[in-house]
């Protein structure tokens, strides 16, 4: 895309850095979107319900209080009428989000990422991976994986070398994240590569690791029903039976 404006090679010290300390690049919509939002957000929160949310979330960020469908009419009303971002915006507007405790921030987000994930190059791979290691918990991270760095890695191919590498990695929501990043792939899904990540990990005793090898299977059966029949019973002894439950349940 002609317009894209990309967050650049990563420094040390950049923030697209993974762990980097450094703050978000600057951007003046970024500036605009975060002002509207931690005034719009505030102001429809519920303290009650923010304690049932951080309850059903095992506590893993404080909450507002805002349910969903009005927390993305509001974010609508935040958005009015701002232009479309680049890279670098779409960079600023995640980080400083991610940087706000209140869960609903970083909702705002992954939501804002998947709209505007195709006006992001592979240099945003890195960001991605900052916001998957940032209060890392399944609402995010399977997100992230499916809806930013699936269609980053479609877009440059290049980047399945990086996925190689996160599924080797001790952060689970890293290798949780390579898992899961071609679950809207289809018939162009890398059959190879998956079965490699799910018999790489298939030994892992964490139950989002074991959840995603089989939701990842699962996924591809839709696509390829008696190819993920035959890997499962070639290979079932290796893996999980909550893998296998979840490869096999639609089957």
């Known amino acids: 895309m002609t317009d894209r404006a990309p967050v650049g090679p990563a420094a040390p010290g950049d923030p697209a850095l993974p762990g980097g300390t450094t703050p978000p690049p600057e951007s003046a919509l970024a500036d605009t979107v975060l002002d509207r939002l931690t005034a719009v957000y505030p102001a429809a929160g519920n303290p009650f319900r ?16 805002v349910r969903t469908p009005e927390r993305r009419a509001l974010s609508r009303t935040v958005l009015d009428g701002t232009p479309r971002p680049d890279e670098r915006d779409c960079a600023a507007i995640a980080l400083r ?19 505007h994930v195709k006006r992001c190059s592979s240099g945003f791979l890195p960001v991605a991976h900052r916001l998957v290691t940032t209060v890392s918990w399944w609402d995010t991270v399977d997100h992230l994986a499916a809806h930013v760095v699936g269609p980053l890695v479609a877009a440059d191919p290049s ?38 990540y799910c018999l790489r990990r298939s030994a ?48």
Request: hydrophobic fraction near 45%; include cysteine; charged fraction near 30%.
């Open 159 to 196: 980047l399945a070398d990086r996925m190689d590498e996160w599924v080797e990695d001790d952060d689970l929501w890293v290798a949780r994240t390579a898992l899961l990043h071609q679950l809207r792939f289809k018939e162009d899904t890398d059959a190879d590569r998956l079965y490699a």
């Open 97 to 115: 989000c991610f940087a706000l405790p209140e869960r609903e921030y970083h909702y705002f987000a992954v939501d804002y990422l998947r709209r």
């Open 50 to 65: 923010a304690q049932e949310m951080v309850a059903y979330m095992k506590g893993v960020a404080p909450f507002l209080g």
């Open 204 to 251: 892992d005793t964490d139950f989002f690791l074991r959840k995603a090898i089989g939701w990842s299977l699962r996924e591809y059966g839709k696509t390829a029903p008696a190819e993920v029949r035959a890997f499962v019973a070639a290979h079932e002894a290796r893996l999980s039976p909550l893998s296998v439950r979840e490869a096999l349940k639609n089957l």
